[in-house]
């Protein structure tokens, strides 16, 4: 009923840059919590960067503090990571995540938890 999409990842030099995006669309009545994890193989996936219930900004991840920058268009339902000088150790798989409100007929309001499909970056010379 919901779907996120991500757009964006590729393949970038050390130093390069590369932006995120990731839209939500569907039975949708509100997001809450939005933003990105990374995971890489044989590891747990694990947050990066996402606003909170109070619409806060939080780098979960030290290592990519003033290097990128999430922002968020709540009317699009939409969520942008901007990821700069990067680091062959910033490879990985990164995931949407949306914590969204729907509606349901007869039920009420129901949260959930949504994931995109994926989307590769890789930082390697």
């Known amino acids: 009923q919901v779907q996120l999409v991500e757009s964006g990842g590729g393949l970038v030099q050390p130093g390069g840059s590369l932006r995120l995006s990731c839209a939500a669309s569907?039975?949708?009545?509100?997001?809450?919590?939005m933003g990105w994890y990374r995971q890489t193989p044989g590891n747990q996936r694990e947050p990066v960067a996402g606003f909170t219930n109070g619409g806060n900004t939080n780098y979960a991840d030290s290592s990519v503090k003033g290097r990128f920058t999430i922002s968020r268009d709540s009317a699009k339902n939409t969520v942008d990571l901007q990821m700069t000088s990067l680091k062959p150790e910033d490879t990985a798989v990164y995931y949407c995540?949306?914590?969204?409100?729907?509606?349901?007929?007869?039920?009420?309001?129901?949260?959930?938890?949504?994931w995109g499909q994926g989307t590769q970056v890789t930082v390697s010379s």
């Open positions: 995540n949306a914590e969204v409100h729907r509606l349901v007929e007869g039920v009420g309001v129901v949260v959930e938890d949504y």
């Open positions: 569907g039975s949708i009545f509100s997001i809450n919590a």
